[in-house]
């Protein structure tokens, strides 16, 4: 096995399944996320956790000290001494001292400080004066409930008394009506709240609401607070006054802000050992803390949690196990990257109405871990379809969903993703009978099959389009803060029109396949005029400009100050084949030139700094966060894909391994993220903003999952499936002597070793020890096992 030797500051251990933080504050935003169908946790390595349940909305049962909108994951969360988190306090007995676990509150650094990260759990290790420690956090598999538990070691020659106080953020829970208190009988901290509410018609949900918020420890406690301040005191939440006390006061909260604190207070003798356990999360009623506690803390359920949560990520295990030169990237790729997918899929980001074209790629994704779910996702988006052919902001999950935000705002890119989507499940599935599958319309009765509806939306997008043939923007595209570059109704994007020429040139493909030559013509002829437009009217001299305004002037050109150079055109210009092999050395050159940063390309540059009213609110971020010139993976995945397919695999995989952060101790730091997911972006602006540059949003929600690993699938591997069976057509790096892939595909697997030989002067394609004419596998079946070798020639990708 060859590999990268761990850096000191991170560790992997199990094969890149447990990734390892030795300080909480070498990269103290460092994160992980749990979650379940039904909840999400993004916890931080020092202690802090953003929480939020769905019931049916999304909705918050550990909230900040203040009024605070119920509103989606953010970017670079932002953390505060009171932002919620979960803590374990302790306080020596004999000498006074005192500390924390996992490191909020007390900040105080502890011996062998671990942070661990796994699929299925995050825990915290540490060591104070020969006593071990350990905190662990799951989710239950399948219900809203956190579980924690405390394992404590007494591995010192001397007795330990110890008071341990665990204690867990509650928050403002609400301005209408908040308390909290002990309740003895049945064991449980309990916070009360009631929903706000103005309208009558609102009290029927606000009624049915999970408004507790509870700490239910597994034995009974020596003392409580449940009131914020009386617990904080003078001494402010880095010295709280209680641990002053021998014992917690066992404060109330009436209208004041909870806090759930237990005390336990304990003797270790030499070798000694303790557990704790508790439950944390929303309620209805208190019946139903009483039957979570009696569930929970009977028989196996919590130790057993473990299982059923390895069980549910295993219904998401990819298509591919790969071992490489670099294993890093393979823990990544075995591990981590078909977990982020598999929480894009199943929970749809945690939300009742994605974007549409975030639940078309999210379904892409889900081709090659689940099929079945990105059929039936396809068939769902569908049924959404407008009459007019367009497809909607968002796709609604539930009867009781509305669009919100963003969804609220016209975007012209959302029937552009269908081929996308449809042409990847095709090549994994060759199911073409989902093209004749009916599918009836939730918004107007009417019934036509997959085909037909795919069909329309198509003639929808050709249908918007200026009299010069290109895309009209309205208030956006892929790019959702290009709100005013088309608000008029005469912006256009080159994007949006090169993404059209894309889904044009994957249906026209679709469309021969099925014998539809009407449609194989009309694709054709709409595919020449579309990149007649482009070239006609969007090419700058050395780049793909971004569009033109409402009042017909070119933006994402080389006579823009900010903004000049715009990654994702050049990205679709290369993905469709629309550019020449002049135009390819150009835009390549000046990608090379104005967005290449060690970390990936910038999605434009120079950032800009001004709000322009002709391109939208995408100039009033700041620079080099989000969308203004950050490195967005999303857009950075684009790009890989259109290197691969141009035939610039060894610059796709230079631009590929850059995503991944955490290969040295300097990297670790400036990015401040693990390598347990891949990030909506990092930090741009380079030359504005050096010092920030590289730091890493910790944003998981992002579509660059799918793309990534349709990447490893089909350009990295080049394991792509086709009508006639398994395509195979590596492009790996050159330095790779040898790969290993287990690619699982239509119910077959094939054990694939890839290697190269300087005898051999072309790919040559052996299965189960016979040369192939072709390098595609036909004739294969399910259930069985199948060895392939692929010898490469030296120097090649």
Not at 100 to 124: G, K, N, T, Y
Not at 170 to 181: C, K, L, T, V
């Amino acid at each position: 096995m060859i590999g990268n030797a761990p850096a000191q500051l991170l560790t992997r251990e199990a094969d890149g399944a447990r990734l390892v933080l030795h300080s909480p504050t070498a990269s103290p935003r460092a994160s992980a996320f749990l979650w379940n169908r039904r909840m999400l946790l993004q916890v931080n390595c020092r202690g802090y956790v953003t929480a939020q349940f769905l019931q049916p909305e999304p909705s918050k049962y550990s909230h900040a000290p203040f009024l605070e909108a119920q509103t989606f994951m953010q970017p670079e969360q932002p953390h505060y001494a009171h932002h919620p988190g979960r803590y374990m306090l302790f306080r020596d007995e004999e000498t006074g001292a005192r500390w924390s676990l996992p490191h909020e509150p007390l900040r105080r650094l502890v011996e062998d400080f671990r942070f661990s990260v796994e699929p299925e759990a995050v825990s915290w290790q540490g060591r104070e004066q020969q006593l071990t420690m350990n905190l662990q956090l799951e989710l239950a598999a399948d219900e809203v409930l956190e579980l924690w538990s405390l394992s404590l070691e007494n591995r010192g020659d001397a007795l330990r008394s110890l008071s341990i106080y665990p204690c867990f953020s509650i928050g403002y829970m609400s301005w209408m009506n908040q308390s909290a208190a002990f309740d003895a009988g049945r064991g449980a901290l309990i916070a009360r709240s009631v929903t706000p509410y103005q309208k009558l018609e609102a009290l029927e949900r606000v009624l049915a609401r999970k408004d507790l918020t509870f700490l239910a420890p597994e034995r009974a406690p020596d003392g409580w607070d449940a009131s914020l301040e009386a617990f904080e005191g003078e001494g402010g939440w880095h010295a709280p006054s209680a641990l002053d006390r021998d014992t917690l006061s066992g404060s109330t909260a009436c209208y004041e802000t909870p806090l759930a604190a237990l005390q336990y207070r304990i003797t270790l003798p030499p070798g000694g050992t303790e557990q704790f356990r508790f439950l944390f999360g929303p309620a209805q009623d208190e019946a139903q803390i009483d039957a979570l506690k009696s569930r929970w803390f009977s028989g196996e359920r919590f130790s057993d949690n473990r299982r059923d949560n390895r069980a549910s990520l295993a219904e998401g295990k990819g298509c591919l196990t790969i071992e490489t030169p670099d294993r890093a990237f393979d823990g990544f790729a075995n591990h981590w990257l078909d977990r982020q997918v598999w929480y894009h899929g199943q929970t749809h980001r945690l939300t009742t109405d994605p974007q549409t074209r975030n639940f078309l790629q999210d379904a892409m994704g889900m081709v090659y871990l689940a099929p079945a779910h990105a059929r039936a996702a396809l068939l769902h988006a569908l049924a959404q379809q407008q009459p007019d052919g367009g497809m909607p902001e968002g796709v609604l999950l539930g009867e009781q969903a509305e669009l919100k935000y963003i969804n609220q705002v016209p975007h012209m890119d959302h029937a552009s993703w269908l081929p996308v989507c449809l042409d990847a499940y095709l090549d994994e599935t060759d199911d073409l009978a989902l093209l004749e599958t009916p599918v009836t319309s939730q918004t107007d009765g009417r019934t036509e099959t997959v085909f037909e509806r795919i069909d329309r939306s198509l003639q929808w997008l050709l249908d918007h389009r200026d009299e010069r043939g290109l895309s009209l923007v309205a208030q956006g595209d892929w790019c959702d803060p290009l709100n005013m570059a088309g608000h008029k109704g005469a912006g256009v994007s080159t994007w949006l029109t090169l993404a059209t020429l894309h889904a044009v040139q994957k249906w026209m493909t679709v469309s021969r396949r099925l014998g539809h030559e009407d449609s194989v013509a009309a694709c054709d002829a709409a595919a020449r005029a579309l990149a007649d437009a482009i070239q006609t009217h969007c090419w700058d001299g050395e780049w793909f400009s971004r569009g033109l305004t409402d009042e017909g002037r070119a933006f994402g050109v080389r006579s823009d100050e900010e903004g000049r150079l715009w990654l994702n055109p050049q990205s679709w210009a290369l993905m469709t084949g629309l550019a020449t092999p002049e135009q390819q050395g150009q835009l390549l050159a000046a990608i090379d030139r104005e967005l290449a940063t060690p970390w990936g390309a910038q999605m434009l540059a120079p950032a800009f700094t001004a709000f322009r009213d002709d391109v939208g609110r995408i100039t009033q971020k700041f620079p080099g966060s989000a969308e203004n010139g950050s490195i967005y993976n999303h857009a950075c995945a684009f790009y890989i894909h259109a290197l691969y397919r141009c035939g610039e695999p060894e610059r796709a995989w230079k631009e590929l391994r850059k995503m991944l952060p955490g290969n040295t101790d300097e990297d670790l730091v400036r990015r401040g993220q693990l390598p347990a997911f891949v990030p909506n972006y990092y930090r741009g602006a380079v030359d504005l903003h050096p010092r920030t540059a590289g730091r890493s949003s910790q944003l998981f929600n992002t579509g660059t999952a799918s793309w990534l690993y349709r990447i490893l699938v089909e350009d990295l591997f080049g394991l792509c499936g086709c009508a006639e069976g398994l395509r195979i057509n590596p492009s790996l790096p050159q330095a790779w002597r040898e790969a290993r892939v287990e690619r699982r595909f239509r119910g077959a697997v094939f054990e694939v070793h890839f290697q190269r030989d300087a005898k051999v002067m072309r790919q040559e394609v052996h299965l189960e020890g016979a040369s192939l004419d072709r390098a595609v596998v036909t004739d294969f079946e399910a259930g069985r096992r199948y060895r392939v070798a692929v010898m490469l020639p030296e120097g090649s990708s």
